[in-house]
C-alpha cells in the first residue's frame, strides 16, 4: 500500500525545476531547496539519496550507484524516479515543518515540456502521498507572480525565466499568458559549453560541477569587463593525470556566447509576437529576469543593451518559481480560468 505522508491543512507549493527543486509554504515560505538529483543503487534499484546528498556523489561513487537527474532538459525523463524524488522530498518537508502539515493543498509548477501524461501522473504522485487537492500551473505564470509581477492586470509583464534545462519567455496579461517560448538553453548547456571548450582548446576533461562552478566565478555575459581568471582541475586527456590550468573569463564568455544567443533570439521573437495594444507597456516597464542563469554576471546589462528595454531582476531569482506557486494559491481560480 502507499505510504501517506502526514501533512495538516496546509498549502504547499512545489517548484519541480529541472535543477532544483523547492518547497514553499504559506506560513514558513522556502522550507527545502535541494538540487534535483536521485542516488540510486543499481543493484537493488533503491534510492541511496536525494537532493543535495544525492549531488555530492555526482562523479565520486562506486559503479553500483548511479546519481540521477530525473528531469532534463526541461522535460521529465525519468517519470518513475520522478515520483521517488518527490516522494522523499515531501518527507523531508513533512519531518523539517513537524506533523502540524495534514492534508494540504499543493500548487506544483512542472517543466514547460512535459506532456499531459506526464502532468497527469505527477498530479496523482502527489495526490497519493496524502495532498487533498493538487493544481499544476505553468513556470512562466509562477515565475512572474513570484517575482512580484502585477499578473492580474490587463498590462503586459514580461518574464525571462533561465532555469537549468529550458528558458522561458512569457508575455503575461490578465492572469493568463498572451505569448510564450521556451528554448532548450539554459544553465546546463552553459556547463556543457565550458567543459567542450576545456576539452578542445587544452586537452583536459573536466566534471560538470566544475564548470558550473567555473561559469559562477568568471562566467560573463557578452558584455566589457575587466578580465578574471581562475585555475581549474581536471585531467589530461593524453597523459590521463591531474592537471591544473588557469583560465580567463574572456575565454569562458566565448565558450558561453552559443547558449547566450539562443536565450536572446528566443526573447526577441518572444516580443516579436507581443499584439501591438501590449507592445507599448513592454516599452515602459521592461523585462524581469527570474531563475538561476538571470545571475551569470553582466546578464541584465546584456540583455538591456541587445533588446533596448529596460530589463530588471527579480527579488529573487532563484526562488521565484516556488514562492509563485505558493502565493498562486490565492487566485487558482482566476488563473485557472485564464488558462482555459
Ligand atoms: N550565480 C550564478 N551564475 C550563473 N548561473 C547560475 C548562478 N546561480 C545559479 N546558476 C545556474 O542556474 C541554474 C539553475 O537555475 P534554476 O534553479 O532557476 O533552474 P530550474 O528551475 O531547476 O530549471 P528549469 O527552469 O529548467 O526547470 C543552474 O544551471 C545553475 O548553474
Not at 70 to 86: E, F, H, N, S
Not at 98 to 112: F, H, I, N, Q, Y
Not at 293 to 319: C, F, R
Request: hydrophobic residues 40%; proline residues 4%; charged residues 25%.
Amino acid at each position: 500500500m502507499e505510504e501517506k505522508i502526514m501533512f495538516s491543512n496546509a498549502e504547499i507549493g512545489i517548484d519541480l525545476g529541472t535543477a532544483n527543486i523547492l518547497v514553499y509554504t504559506k506560513s514558513k515560505g522556502i522550507v527545502l531547496n535541494e538540487p534535483s538529483v536521485v542516488a540510486i543503487d543499481k543493484l537493488t534499484k533503491n534510492v541511496v539519496a536525494v537532493g543535495s546528498e544525492a549531488k555530492e556523489m555526482v562523479g565520486k561513487t562506486p559503479k553500483n550507484i548511479v546519481p540521477i537527474r530525473p528531469l532534463k532538459d526541461g522535460v521529465i525523463a525519468d517519470y518513475d524516479v520522478t515520483a521517488q524524488m518527490l516522494k522523499e522530498i515531501l518527507k523531508k518537508v513533512s519531518k523539517k515543518v513537524g506533523l502540524s502539515m495534514r492534508k494540504p493543498t499543493v500548487v506544483v509548477c512542472t517543466p514547460s515540456g512535459s506532456t499531459s501524461v506526464e502532468r497527469r501522473a505527477i498530479h496523482n504522485a502527489i495526490k497519493s502521498y496524502g495532498a487533498k487537492h493538487v493544481h499544476l500551473i505553468e513556470e512562466p505564470v509562477a515565475a512572474a507572480i513570484g517575482a512580484d509581477l502585477p499578473v492580474d492586470e490587463p498590462i503586459a509583464n514580461v518574464i525571462v525565466d533561465i532555469g537549468g534545462g529550458t528558458s522561458e519567455v512569457g508575455i503575461i496579461s490578465f492572469g493568463g499568458i498572451v505569448s510564450c517560448q521556451s528554448v532548450r538553453t539554459g544553465g546546463d548547456k552553459m556547463d556543457e559549453e565550458i567543459v567542450h571548450y576545456i576539452r578542445k582548446h587544452y586537452n583536459i576533461l573536466i566534471g560538470e560541477r566544475t564548470a558550473e562552478n567555473v561559469k559562477m566565478e568568471i562566467g560573463y555575459a557578452l558584455i566589457e569587463h575587466d578580465e578574471e581568471s581562475m585555475e581549474v582541475r581536471g585531467r589530461d586527456m593524453v597523459s590521463g593525470l591531474p592537471k591544473t590550468i588557469t583560465i580567463a573569463s574572456t575565454e569562458i564568455q566565448q565558450a558561453l556566447s552559443e547558449s547566450l544567443e539562443q536565450i536572446l533570439q528566443t526573447i526577441q521573437s518572444t516580443l516579436e509576437s507581443c499584439p501591438p495594444e501590449l507592445s507599448g507597456d513592454i516599452v515602459d516597464h521592461g523585462v524581469v529576469l527570474t531563475g538561476g542563469g538571470a545571475l551569470l554576471k553582466g546578464m541584465k546589462e546584456w540583455l538591456s543593451k541587445e533588446l533596448s528595454v529596460p530589463v530588471h531582476l527579480a527579488p529573487n531569482p532563484l526562488e521565484s518559481v516556488a514562492i509563485g506557486t505558493g502565493r498562486a494559491l490565492k487566485m487558482i481560480n482566476k488563473l485557472q480560468k485564464a488558462a482555459k
